[in-house]
């Protein structure tokens, strides 16, 4: 850091200069973008890319929901979809084998299920940390796996339940693919506002100072483990939120969903994204969607090895994510002070995430 | 009664391959603080390859050396490649590791397609002997045989010789190590080896009482070692041991008298010992 440029520190450095407001509004374009082309996207785009688009916002919301623990809160989970299967199982279950239709009925109970599974999760993970907690929510992710697989009675075993209409929420017309899109991304903003208000709240910011170092934590008299598991339990509710919005759309869920190629899936797209600055998360969704549909269009059995080949490239080329990368990049463009990007590796363990 | 011992004989038999799967990755990760999440596709690749060399010139023999030293090899390409730029980054190795997870999954899939690959054990190995009313082959019996005679000689290199001093110190302090002008790079990269090599023969002779070898093979069993580690405990060769008997032994008893259960079995003995010795049963701290 050199002196002339005092603002340009680590993360609690004095208030930078406003910039411009033309600069402030070329700055945020680009969000505007996004945000108008997702309200008029279904008007043009066919009936299946619409489709993609709500997975796309679906996976969005899984993604970020993974940051909080993943990235403001260093715990590596690589079971979250397990939570997220566990709230589309749950709905599934009641509509097609119970035979319960009301949206407002199943969704709590989804999304309940999915916050009970992660409290478990929790208990038993936050044993330990970094390594073993991944290793120990590796296991229970395969857990609600086999479990899916092998309650045929319930789960439908290997083939899953695959006759989930859209919802009945009770009023208004029945939904079609459009109308969907538009409840999912509704629910999702409201679900991402969440999200970022948590990770702005001073309970945000005792997670990332926690992550950064958790002895001077519990001096300062945090109770760390407390906090850790709420952040997974909170976790857990958003995960469930999208597995629950997931399985209507899907038709269906089977136990691939559960597992660890599911979960991988998902922390590549929160790696990708950009670690700990929750938007990234979002954009990894979009990224590895759209490359997944487009890889698939010529050669669909081939989707493993290009997804295999971009961890390893991530690992050595991604330092820090697009998202990151991007903000810096466009911040020089708009005329803002600008900073460095991070490694991977950084922006879990060391040092504080910046968005 | 001979149910019982039946079943106790089964497990433990597997248990020995599953000690030897897991024997490398625990020992590589207390020693390298790598957690080699590919290391089941060097079983499930070694299994391919002795199980093709044997098809080809019939020598099991044969089979069996291309397996241990393919696996040996592949685990050193990935370790001097890869993991080797990522050490302390464990976020980094695994999420490498996951790539390779992927793309040999596939491959395997692409070069082989989803049908079993069987291993046809050697005639000798054929027969077997009665325990009242079940037949335990002689086959299940060599696998014991093996897995205890290779089992002693680690725990012997790991306390009486002087590699094995260097392994153990080399995971409480490994700056003292270095400080004392000892290459512990070179050991490390040693006990690498080794271990891919005993993944690839736990690959190979597993095959023949896991029921044959597919795609998914890899992802599974890299699963078992994972929890083989968590309820041993990581780093010791009497750990794997421990983790791979009880995960065993428990799991051949389940099947034999509550099936529903046997699915669950390795959960129920993770989920106890994480609550009960979060560093697992033999694991310091």
Redesign the interface.
């Known amino acids: 850091m050199s002196i002339a440029r005092p603002t340009s520190g680590s993360a609690p450095a004095g208030p930078a200069p406003r910039p411009h407001l033309g600069r402030r509004l070329a700055y945020f374009s680009p969000a505007a973008v996004i945000v108008v082309f997702l309200l008029i996207a279904p008007t043009f785009l066919a009936p299946d890319l619409v489709h993609l688009l709500t997975k796309i916002v679906i996976f969005a919301l899984f993604a970020m929901s993974l940051d909080l623990v993943f990235g403001y809160s260093g715990l590596w989970s690589f079971g979250h979809a397990g939570l997220f299967a566990a709230a589309a199982y749950s709905v599934a279950i009641l509509v097609s084998k119970v035979g319960v239709t009301s949206f407002w009925v199943v969704a709590p109970i989804g999304v309940g299920v999915s916050v009970i599974t992660a409290a478990l999760f929790g208990v038993f993970g936050l044993r330990s940390r970094e390594i073993y907690f991944m290793l120990i929510t590796f296991a229970f992710g395969e857990l609600i796996s086999v479990a899916a697989r092998t309650s045929y009675k319930y789960t439908g075993g290997s083939n899953g339940i695959w006759d989930v209409p859209f919802p009945n929420l009770g009023f208004g017309p029945a939904f079609s693919k459009v109308s969907y899109y538009y409840f999912a991304l509704i629910v999702v903003a409201i679900a991402a506002v969440l999200l970022y208000l948590i990770t702005k709240s001073p309970f945000g910011h005792s997670l990332m100072g926690i992550r950064d170092n958790e002895v001077r934590a519990k001096t300062l008299g945090y109770n760390t483990w407390l906090r850790r598991f709420l952040a997974f339990v909170l976790s857990g509710f958003f995960a469930g939120v999208a597995g629950v919005l997931y399985v209507f759309l899907n038709r269906g869920i089977s136990p691939d969903q559960a597992g660890i190629s599911n979960s991988g899936l998902v922390i590549m797209m929160v790696i990708i994204g950009g670690v700990g600055t929750l938007w990234g998360g979002a954009i990894g969704s979009a990224v590895i969607i759209f490359l997944n549909y487009m890889i698939s269009l010529y050669t669909p059995s081939r989707w493993p090895l290009f997804l295999g080949a971009l961890f390893i490239a991530a690992v050595f080329f991604a330092k820090g994510g697009v998202y990151p990368r991007f903000v810096s990049l466009w911040k020089r463009v708009c005329g803002y002070d600008v900073r460095g990007g991070r490694s991977v590796e950084r922006a879990t363990t060391d040092s504080p995430p910046e968005a | 009664m001979s149910t019982f011992f039946y079943s106790i004989i089964g497990g433990i038999s597997y248990g020995m391959v599953l000690f030897l799967l897991s024997a490398g990755v625990s020992i590589v990760f207390g020693l390298m603080?790598v957690?080699n999440l590919a290391h089941g596709m060097l079983f499930m690749l070694a299994a391919y390859a002795g199980i093709a060399v044997m098809q080809a010139v019939g020598s099991f023999w044969l089979g069996l050396v291309v397996a241990v030293f393919s696996a040996g090899i592949v685990g050193l390409i990935i370790e001097r490649g890869?993991l080797r730029t990522?050490y302390s980054?464990?976020?980094?190795q695994?999420?490498?590791c996951?790539?390779?997870?992927?793309?040999?999954?596939?491959?395997t899939?692409?070069a082989y397609g989803p049908v079993p690959k069987v291993l046809t054990v050697p005639a000798a190995f054929t027969n077997s002997v009665p325990i009242g009313a079940y037949q335990l082959s002689y086959y299940r019996i060599a696998i014991i045989v093996v897995g205890l005679v290779l089992c002693g000689v680690l725990y012997w290199a790991q306390e009486r010789t002087k590699v094995g001093a260097i392994i153990r110190a080399g995971m409480e302090k490994p700056e003292m190590v270095y400080t004392l002008g000892i290459n512990l790079m070179a050991v490390n990269v040693g006990a690498f080896f080794v271990g891919s090599c005993l993944s690839g023969l736990a690959g190979f002779l597993g095959t023949g009482i896991i029921g044959g070898v597919t795609h998914v093979t890899g992802?599974s069993v890299v699963?078992l070692a994972?929890?083989v580690?968590?309820v041993g405990g990581v780093g010791s060769v009497q750990g794997a041991l421990t983790g791979a008997l009880l995960i065993a032994v428990l799991n051949s008893l389940a099947k034999t008298y509550y099936p529903?259960l046997a699915?669950?079995m390795m959960?129920i003995l993770?989920?106890l010992v994480?609550?009960v010795r979060?560093s697992g049963i033999v694991g310091k701290k």
């Open positions: 603080n957690v890869f990522l980054k464990q976020l980094s695994i999420l490498v996951f790539g390779f997870i992927y793309i040999i999954t596939n491959l899939l692409w992802e699963f994972i929890a580690c968590i529903p699915q669950y959960y993770m989920a994480i609550m979060p």
